[in-house]
């Protein structure tokens, strides 16, 4: 069974301090990897797609890598903006377009 | 980039009674579309599949009688949860993939926020 586990749980972080929100995955024959930011009370935002392991994405303070098992969100030098729930989420073998999602990271970042 | 809504963005009604929650995508067709549910702090957790044109497939354990489906159009999906009652009362968002491609990446409505006194 497909699973993505999101570490940390919860992230709290100094305006300008960068650090990387981490997503194990365990799935055989990785179709794509998604990460999205949720807001609270809102919907989920589309980030970034990671298709192969090596990929990397960018979109201003926010890079996405690929591994083989598992894929970082890098954040470079935070704002209080970018606080927000974080989560990754795996397209499932053989289910088309169904996808599993991790528990996120909830991410503050203090000014 | 794509654009899914959804309608309404709050209810609150009493148990017993149905409620009805709209997903759009508004600039591109969808011919499936997702059903989730999110509870405090947790995670989005896939209820059911919806087809344009066929029944909904529903994940393991959803009740399909309690949250009846209905993809009218291509760009239209109805959530109805009957008979609601107050552990029904959660964050529902849809979602409908774009892009092209074997690996379409979702997008996600705003969510409806439903609470059942």
């Known amino acids: 069974e497909d699973q993505v586990t999101q570490s940390p749980e919860a992230l709290r972080l100094q305006e300008g301090e960068s650090s990387s929100l981490n997503c194990s995955y365990t799935?055989?024959?990785?179709?794509?990897l998604f990460w999205y930011r949720q807001d609270p009370g809102k919907g989920p935002e589309f980030l970034f797609t990671?298709?192969?392991a090596g990929e990397e994405k960018e979109k201003e303070r926010l890079k996405a890598t690929l591994t083989k098992k598992e894929s970082f969100l890098h954040i470079t030098a935070p704002k209080p903006e970018d606080s927000a729930t974080y989560l990754c989420a795996v397209l499932r073998p053989g289910g088309y377009q169904k996808v599993t999602f991790g528990t996120g990271t909830k991410l503050q970042v203090i000014p | 980039g794509a654009v899914v809504s959804q309608h309404p963005s709050w209810v609150i009604c009493k148990s017993g009674t149905s409620v009805k929650i709209e997903c759009r995508s508004l600039d591109f067709q969808a011919t499936t579309m997702f059903w989730y549910r999110q509870f405090p702090k947790q995670s989005l957790m896939l209820m059911a599949t919806?087809?344009?044109?066929?029944?909904?497939?529903?994940e393991q354990g959803v009740e399909k009688d309690k949250f009846l489906i209905n993809h009218a159009s291509l760009t239209l999906s109805t959530l109805t949860v009957t008979s609601a009652h107050p552990e029904d009362s959660s964050f529902y968002i849809c979602s409908a993939p774009a892009g092209g491609g074997a690996g379409e990446t979702q997008y996600f409505g705003p969510g409806t926020r439903l609470l059942v006194l």
């Open positions: 799935v055989s024959g990785l179709r794509g």
């Open positions: 990671l298709y192969s």
């Open positions: 919806s087809n344009e044109g066929s029944k909904a497939t529903y």
